[in-house]
Structures are given as structure tokens and as C-alpha cells.
Nanobody, 124 residues
Framework: QVPLVESGGGSVQAGGSLRVSCTSSRLAYCMGWFRQAPGKEREGVATIRTNSGSTDYADSVKGRFIVSQDNAKNTLYLQMNSLKPEDTAMYYC????????????????????WGQGTQVTVSS
């Protein structure tokens, strides 16, 4: 039972920027951002290994999105730049508390704890 609370979602025009946040009692070994659009399956966006700061990104967001952490605030961030309409989705924060599976990459099966999500809508 790990509380994860996302915030910062909203509406933005294509080409704009938005930053979403995820707060927790503490950050897990691996933290990740996933998203799900209506009628579509959830997909991975970005992950970070909190001990090393190493990150991984989906090809669709590489070069546009940046995942980061603030250990003092126990907060995970996703800075989204050059937003596109296809980025429209509910964005979820997730945690992997097992060091054995926190080895890099984006694997949804590794994440067992999820937040409620924050909606991001990008208009043309």
C-alpha cells in the first residue's frame, strides 16, 4: 500500500509544454510514467532508476519528454515539451519496489503500484 498521487495535468495546445508530478511517501527503486488513451491499452512513457538517475524513454517521446526526481521532496516529475495531440491521455505514475527488477528499460509487468492518474489533453 504505497500512496502515489499525480498532479499537474491539464489542457495545452500542440507545441506547448506541461509538467506533471507524482508525490509519494518515498520513491521506489524504479519509478515510471505510463499513459492510457480512451479505448487503447496502457503504454510506457518513461522510467527512472532512482538510485542512479538512469532513465529510459519510449521512442515516441524521446527528445521531447524528461523524467526526473527530487529525493528531498519524494517527488517524480515528467516534463513534457513539444506536445502533440497524440500525447493526449491519462498519465499514471507507477512504482517498482523490487531491486531485482529495477534494471533499466520500460517493462509494465515490473510495476505493481499505481497512482490515480492525471489527465493531459493536447489540442491542435
Amino acid at each position: 500500500q504505497v500512496p502515489l498521487v499525480e498532479s499537474g495535468g491539464g489542457s495545452v495546445q500542440a507545441g506547448g509544454s506541461l509538467r506533471v508530478s507524482c508525490t509519494s511517501s518515498r520513491l521506489a527503486y524504479c519509478m515510471g510514467w505510463f499513459r492510457q488513451a480512451p479505448g487503447k491499452e496502457r503504454e510506457g512513457v518513461a522510467t527512472i532508476r532512482t538510485n542512479s538517475g538512469s532513465t529510459d524513454y519510449a521512442d515516441s517521446v524521446k527528445g521531447r519528454f524528461i523524467v526526473s526526481q527530487d529525493n528531498a521532496k519524494n517527488t517524480l516529475y515528467l516534463q513534457m515539451n513539444s506536445l502533440k495531440p497524440e500525447d493526449t491521455a491519462m498519465y499514471y505514475c507507477a512504482a517498482d519496489w523490487r531491486p531485482s527488477t529495477c534494471t533499466g528499460g520500460i517493462r509494465m509487468r515490473d510495476f505493481d503500484y499505481w497512482g490515480q492518474g492525471t489527465q493531459v489533453t493536447v489540442s491542435s
